[in-house]
């Protein structure tokens, strides 16, 4: 046992429990322990264990659960104050349980801020060779922005997984040649279809189901291998079958099948040996154990349980799954692209490559949804006289949909026909392509490279990462000062939503979007924007009454009433027997008026506020005319000039009422 010499070993490690001040000065022994003392808080401190040795003290201080710092760190990290590299590693805070370092150029003490999870693992193809997780590997360069910031961030199928902390690119260290990666790494866009055989634990859909596209190609394999027992598989086959028979799309199919693979592993847990077995409170053990429950996993079963059921597979209750059992649904609000952020975007387009940019141009202009885009073919440009059209197959709805467009928006088409042309002759029959080698860093993306495969659904399509950059470069922020965020879906309801704001007739926004009910256009794709709000609001609050003294609702009026109100007002002046009309008529302008300036007595007519000191004058002369009539005896007047008289009456009153 080595002896410590604290006045000479003893450099102001420790630190202060109450105030965790570091360093804690000698000031003694005390029991045969060691006192000392902190010049922050004036507090003496008494060391808990007797320290009789140096080593045992570094042993315990530098060690944790995954690294061992004595040995392992060498001065990696850098000072945050004054970006001097080589900090030195201490204990760990008994306040806060992180590890804390020493700057020995400024000085300045460091906390970790987060953990940090540095973990050692062996290399499973050459021994004796460790790596270490979270943790910059000098000499690697990332692929992508060419950074040296490279972490490994685990190891998996033998495979080691990098991450460049830059631009958040990932990389394996090489490839398994799997269906994904081939997909991605080649320009074949058509793969063999295999046969099909009932027996096979792997199906390929395309042989029984006419409803794929290119867009498919990664999800056209149905894996039947981890489904359990047999008797569940036989009738989950049956079940993919049917839904191939009926033209279900492929992604639907895949996503009962990933629904009934996580049930078919409750069955094997509970050891059900038949559907006998499952009943109402099988059902409700199975949502209770599931963590999370959504629309789609209930879905998927009880879509299987009634076809089976009709089918004659199998015999289930048809109540064993209940529409209760279904969670609550936030139907939320549309959330398009605001028009600052995409004015910003617009003015910018022309950095972006012209492919990029005509998808923008494209997409929002058509309001096409992001698969529509992505199959759109390149005879889609029809021109009939001087007027020309897209037209263009939907899938969702296995139709031909088509809007009249611009000669502007036509040349956008016809500029990147040619951009294929020039790239692929006849080979390729799509108006898009997608690309390898996208920057999230550079918005001219330099490296681009066309490859014959239609746009993608994932994160990685041309469109979002070229926007998202653009956004990222050039700090494009929304009304509330935050990055603007894009998805290439946006461009649908962003689209639809600025019509609606236009003006359009929501059946001509509805027609536009290829919407077979308005509902659908109203709750999903049109968002009400504060400026629209605001307009609606000032005829909401407007004081209009009709002729019998009654509020008018807005919605009454037809719509030209609001977008040209000169054309309805009303302002006749008045002769020996003629009223004088101040206000407006609210018939629409293409329908007759049979009253023949008897306005005032007509429900069609609408008073407002500004009129009543007009109304009120009138009034008066209506009376003092009535006398005068009825004084010679001509009754006619006296009842025309007794009606209209009646009838101000009233609507002064509302008018006043209103007003108070």
């Not at 006045?7 to 570091?22: A, I, K, M, N, V």
């Not at 990332?142 to 685990?154: F, N, R, V």
């Not at 154990?289 to 789609?296: A, S």
């Not at 977008?563 to 609210?586: D, M």
Request: net charge positive; proline share 4%; charged share 25%.
């Amino acid at each position: 046992m080595i002896e410590i010499n604290w006045q000479r070993d003893y450099h102001g490690e420790f630190t202060c429990p109450r105030c965790s001040y570091l360093p804690l000065k000698l000031k003694g022994n005390y029991r045969g322990s060691k006192k000392l003392f902190c010049s922050q808080c004036r507090n003496t401190i008494i060391s808990s264990v007797q320290l009789s040795s140096r080593s045992r003290y570094l042993e315990s201080r530098m060690k944790d659960e995954y690294i061992d710092w004595e040995r392992d760190y060498h001065g990696e990290f850098i000072c945050p104050e004054c970006d001097a590299p080589g900090i030195s590693a201490r204990g760990i805070r008994k306040k806060s349980g992180k590890r804390h370092f020493g700057c020995p150029t400024c000085k300045k003490k460091q906390e970790e801020s987060c953990e940090i999870s540095i973990i050692k693992i062996e290399d499973p193809l050459n021994p004796g060779v460790n790596w270490y997780t979270n943790h910059r590997i000098g000499g690697f360069i990332c692929p992508k922005c060419q950074a040296e910031d490279i972490y490994l961030t685990g190891i998996r199928f033998g495979k080691k997984r990098f991450q460049c902390k830059s631009c958040k690119h990932r990389q394996l260290d090489s490839l398994i040649l799997s269906n994904v990666n081939v997909s991605h790494y080649s320009d074949n866009t058509s793969s063999a279809i295999k046969s099909f055989d009932w027996k096979d634990e792997q199906w390929d859909l395309r042989t029984i189901n006419p409803n794929f596209d290119d867009r498919d190609r990664g999800i056209h394999l149905a894996n039947f291998a981890n489904i359990h027992p047999v008797w569940f598989k036989v009738e989950v086959k049956k079940y993919v079958k049917h839904l191939c028979k009926t033209g279900r799309s492929l992604s639907t199919i895949q996503q009962d099948l990933s629904t009934l693979r996580r049930f078919s592993r409750y069955l094997v847990r509970e050891n059900i040996s038949s559907f006998d077995e499952i009943n109402r409170s099988l059902i409700l053990d199975y949502l209770v154990r599931e963590q999370k429950v959504n629309k789609l996993k209930l879905s998927g079963l009880r879509k299987l349980f009634t076809i089976g059921t009709t089918k004659g597979w199998f015999d289930i209750d048809q109540d064993i799954i209940r529409d209760a059992d279904y969670p609550k649904q936030y139907q939320s609000n549309p959330d398009p692209i605001s028009d600052q952020v995409r004015e910003q975007v617009e003015q910018n387009l022309h950095l972006l490559p012209d492919p990029i940019a005509r998808m923008w141009l494209i997409g929002y202009f058509s309001a096409m949804r992001p698969s529509e885009l992505a199959l759109l073919k390149r005879d889609c440009l029809v021109r009939e006289g001087q007027h020309w059209k897209l037209i263009w197959h939907r899938k969702k709805t296995d139709d031909y949909h088509e809007i009249p467009i611009s000669r502007t928006v036509a040349k956008v088409v016809q500029d990147q026909q040619e951009y294929i042309q020039n790239l692929w002759g006849d080979k390729w029959d799509y108006l898009f392509c997608h690309y390898h080698n996208l920057s999230k860093t550079d918005v001219s993306q330099p490296q681009l490279e066309p490859v014959t495969k239609v746009l993608p659904i994932h994160a990685n399509h041309p469109l979002s990462v070229g926007i998202r950059t653009l956004i990222t470069v050039l700090d494009i922020r929304d009304e509330n000062g935050l990055l603007a965020k894009f998805q290439s879906k946006l461009l649908r309801s962003t689209r639809l939503t600025e019509l609606f704001a236009q003006g359009h007739d929501l059946a001509v926004v509805s027609a536009w979007a290829g919407h077979k009910q308005f509902a659908t256009t109203a709750t999903h794709y049109t968002e009400v924007s504060c400026n629209l709000i605001e307009k609606e609001t000032g005829h909401i609050q407007k004081a209009l009454v009709n002729s019998n003294g009654h509020r008018i609702l807005y919605e009454s009026f037809p719509k030209s009433f609001w977008e040209t109100p000169i054309s309805h007002k009303l302002e006749l002046t008045q002769t020996h027997v003629n009223t004088p009309i101040y206000g407006y008529c609210g018939l629409p302008l293409n329908q007759d008026c049979h009253k023949s300036r008897a306005c005032y007595t007509c429900e069609c007519f609408v008073a407002t506020i500004e009129k009543l000191p007009q109304y009120i004058n009138t009034l008066n002369e209506l009376r003092a005319k009535l006398i005068k009539a009825m004084s010679v005896g001509q009754e006619v007047l006296v009842e025309q000039f007794g009606r209209q008289a009646e009838q101000l009456d009233k609507i002064i009153a509302s008018l006043q009422q209103g007003a108070a």
